[in-house]
């Protein structure tokens, strides 16, 4: 098998080196791809097997994208709970020992 058809999966569209890509691509370019694949889909004109390549990559551009959205958020409520707990320690003596 080629690397345009090795699959990741039983069923599966999209190569391991694909996926893999897509596993360390940086958010911009993961949503760019993803509406790109959205558009496809929407213009209509795909075959079944294309529809389904095209289904299954958007799939997947959608997860890595949210994935990373998740880890900004995870960061943001991290750094908002030390914030908040800093500013309830600030002009106590605990924080002067």
Known sequence: M????A???????????ERDA???M?????????????QALE??????DQSMRQ???GEALAKRAQS?????????DAAQAEQE?????AGTQSNLD
Do not use: C, F
């Open 2 to 5: 080629d690397e345009g058809t």
């Open 7 to 17: 699959t990741a999966g039983p069923g599966s569209n999209l190569s391991d080196k």
């Open 22 to 24: 897509i596993a360390v």
């Open 26 to 38: 940086p958010y911009e370019e993961a949503r760019d791809r993803l509406i790109q694949a959205v």
């Open 43 to 48: 213009a209509g004109g795909l075959n079944l």
């Open 55 to 57: 289904w299954e990559l």
């Open 68 to 76: 990373l959205l998740d880890e900004v958020h995870a960061k943001l």
């Open 85 to 89: 707990s800093s500013a309830e320690m």
